[in-house]
């Protein structure tokens, strides 16, 4: 039983470090934050925008927070800051919801900031210009087949087509050896470094050009309501890399704006949603500690279920044990409290007691024996033939 104890005691130790292991492994993955997309704030690699969260929650007086909530949670008005990093044009079709949210802050006299996600081909390969027109062409293909996918989204516009931009491949200027190319701006808030992305183009008269790579439109403002939109097509000033290697404070001020005051990275397009789920309440409600105290009795009664800590009463051993015989411990008695030459001696004796109430005549006849002296088996049979002068076994 013992045994049976420390072998589960072992199974339970083992099970809670491997707990262990996989609770560390995890721990470190999301403190890498590689699990997440490019231009999440949860990530510290070169791709995301950890360090801009971090470096703006310094600043004194301002708040800065991240949206994991639904899209009807995201509010704000005048002084408010939506960072909308690494968006794809297909947001507008997918995530509508969010979009309009997005735009009520704006509207409100908020600031959206959104950075466009790269397209697969990038500015610095050698491969000839597409023509405009089967460009655009192969893009209303796409949306035609999104839409067929999704009939049910079909009616929500892209990006694109909902602010009135077009993002394209930029020409094939900058070498692809550059780490970040210079990109002056049409103001005096310096210049802009950009590691590629899409140019845009069909700006609407709404939009002012701020930076521009060559002829190509790279960074774009216009006004939403009471506030404004500032639309990137790539995010390298923002990034971790961006804020590393080629810090502009005058260019992420002029793009995010001298009256902030509230500062959401929005992340809830990025996958990272908080759900209420049994395991959020439980944490809201602080019962985690309830929760691991019955894990604990939960434990303790499989511990008992399966070997109980007191022995069954009356039950006989279910295992044998190895040892001597019961036999050998009236043979060690005897060895220690009779001398072997008064053995028999000593068995004619309680023999005699034994017959002397109900067999009195076999009692006389062994008294009437001579001594048994040294030959134990002749004295033996000697007893035997008084007590049974007519042979056979005596089970009296």
């Given at each position: 039983m013992r045994r049976d104890r420390l072998a589960?005691?072992?199974?339970?130790?083992?099970?809670?470090?491997?707990?262990?292991?996989?609770?560390?492994?995890?721990?470190?993955?999301?403190?890498?934050?590689?699990?997440?997309?490019?231009?999440?704030?949860?990530?510290t690699d070169p791709l995301g925008t950890k360090a801009l969260h971090d470096a703006l929650l310094e600043i004194e007086g301002l708040r800065v927070a991240r949206h994991v909530g639904p899209a009807t949670d995201l509010r704000g008005g005048e002084g408010t800051v939506v960072l909308l990093l690494e968006v794809s044009d297909r947001l507008g079709t997918a995530d509508p919801v969010l979009v309009r949210a997005v735009e009520a802050v704006g509207l409100a006299g908020g600031r959206i900031v959104v950075t466009l996600a790269r397209s697969q081909r990038s500015w610095f390969e050698d491969e000839d210009d597409e023509d405009p027109k089967e460009s655009e062409k192969k893009r209303e293909d796409e949306r035609a087949e999104q839409g067929a996918r999704e009939?049910?989204?079909?009616?929500?516009?892209?990006?694109?087509?909902?602010?009135?931009?077009?993002?394209?491949?930029?020409?094939?200027?900058?070498?692809?050896?550059?780490?970040?190319?210079?990109?002056?701006?049409?103001?005096?808030?310096?210049?802009?470094?950009?590691?590629?992305?899409?140019?845009?183009?069909?700006?609407?008269?709404?939009?002012?050009?701020?930076?521009?790579?060559?002829?190509?439109?790279?960074?774009?403002?216009?006004?939403?309501?009471?506030?404004?939109?500032?639309?990137?097509?790539g995010g390298y000033v923002l990034s971790n890399e961006g804020l590393l290697f080629d810090r502009r404070p005058a260019v992420l001020s002029r793009l995010i704006g001298t009256d902030a005051r509230t500062i959401l990275f929005e992340e809830s397009h990025h996958g990272v949603r908080r759900r209420a789920g049994i395991v959020a309440l439980l944490g809201r409600y602080r019962m985690r500690g309830a929760l691991a105290a019955a894990a604990i009795l939960l434990g303790l009664w499989g511990w008992w279920a399966g070997s109980p800590l007191v022995p069954a009463a009356g039950g006989a051993e279910t295992e044998p044990r190895s040892g001597k015989e019961a036999s050998l411990g009236l043979v060690s008695l005897l060895r220690r409290g009779v001398p072997p030459k008064r053995l028999m001696e000593t068995c004619l004796e309680e023999w005699r007691r034994a017959f002397a109430r109900a067999r009195p005549a076999a009692a006389a006849a062994l008294a009437r024996l001579p001594p048994p002296g040294e030959d134990i088996p002749a004295a033996y049979r000697r007893a035997r033939e008084a007590v049974n002068p007519n042979g056979g076994d005596d089970d009296r």
């Open positions: 589960l005691a072992a199974l339970l130790g083992l099970a809670v470090l491997f707990a262990a292991g996989l609770a560390l492994v995890a721990r470190e993955r999301y403190a890498r934050g590689d699990g997440y997309p490019a231009g999440s704030s949860f990530r009939p049910q989204a079909s009616f929500a516009p892209p990006l694109s087509a909902r602010w009135g931009f077009a993002a394209r491949p930029c020409p094939s200027e900058p070498h692809a050896t550059i780490a970040a190319v210079p990109i002056a701006t049409e103001e005096s808030s310096g210049d802009l470094p950009w590691r590629g992305g899409d140019c845009l183009a069909d700006l609407t008269p709404a939009w002012r050009s701020l930076y521009r790579l060559g002829a190509h439109p790279v960074v774009a403002e216009r006004s939403l309501g009471r506030g404004s939109i500032v639309l990137l097509t």
